[in-house]
């Protein structure tokens, strides 16, 4: 390394090659981070500078700071330049959700900032109830918070029957189906959820700092008392693409396929 931090050559610790590009550029950025040469909250140089810096190619750079936004360093923007979210990050711990339990768990530190509940007309909202398209739900939205900023928006829909029996002032649990058990005994075991990909649209503009047709994750998971029974609650939530990943574990058969 020199004076700057930048690496004279690559590392010849690899087996049978030298250090691949990203990974020095990984650390060195990391080490820069550390040291507070890019305190929190500020954002490192454009991927154009960090290549004619490192002599890289816009995808090797990118590959590198995928590596820091993994470890919890920075934090990626769509069409913007990266963000510096921690110098010293903690574990960043690998959700596997089997149960309700890995669901609540699933939260960690986040907090709700709630943005309305009132009655409201959802089709996809009522289709996924069971209801008739145009019947008119209780919709709860609300922000998804974590150290101050907002990173997913969601909305929670309710049937007539059961919505009627909230207010805002019930919804104190960022886990909100355990509202359901605490305020009306209406006990959740059985989740569905589906994951589908799409683009920012005007509200996630809005309330996530992204920008018009940014990739954009949403899950939507219905809630019931048990498998087959009418649904509860349905919510969809929507996450900035670039930011989330989604793994499966699956077990081939004894016998074979």
Request: hydrophobic share 35%.
């Amino acid at each position: 390394m020199d004076g700057h931090g930048n690496p004279r050559e690559e590392t010849p610790d690899a087996p049978g090659g030298r250090r691949p590009l990203h990974g020095v550029i990984r650390d060195a950025l990391r080490d820069a981070i550390r040291r507070g040469d890019y305190p929190e909250g500020e954002l490192l140089p454009s991927e154009q500078d960090i290549g004619q810096r490192f002599g890289a190619s816009r995808i090797t750079v990118r590959h590198a700071l995928q590596g820091l936004e993994s470890e919890g360093y920075v934090l990626k923007q769509h069409g913007r330049r990266t963000q510096v979210l921690s110098r010293e990050p903690g574990p960043r711990p690998v959700w596997r959700i089997d149960t309700l339990d890995d669901l609540i768990a699933s939260a960690g530190d986040a907090s709700l900032r709630i943005l309305g509940y009132r009655p409201d007309r959802s089709e996809e909202g009522a289709l996924a109830l069971g209801l008739d398209s145009d019947s008119r739900l209780w919709c709860l939205r609300s922000l998804l918070m974590r150290r101050g900023r907002p990173y997913a928006r969601s909305i929670i829909c309710f049937p007539p029957e059961i919505g009627s029996q909230l207010t805002l002032s019930d919804f104190d649990d960022v886990i909100v189906f355990r509202v359901l058990a605490s305020r009306l005994r209406i006990a959740v075991a059985d989740v569905t959820m589906t994951v589908r990909a799409g683009k920012a649209d005007a509200d996630d503009v809005r309330l996530l700092d992204c920008r018009r047709g940014d990739p954009m994750l949403t899950t939507q998971l219905v809630y019931r008392p048990a498998p087959g029974e009418t649904p509860v609650e349905v919510a969809f939530t929507r996450f900035p693409a670039e930011g989330y990943s989604l793994s499966y574990s699956l077990t081939a058969r004894a016998s074979g396929v």
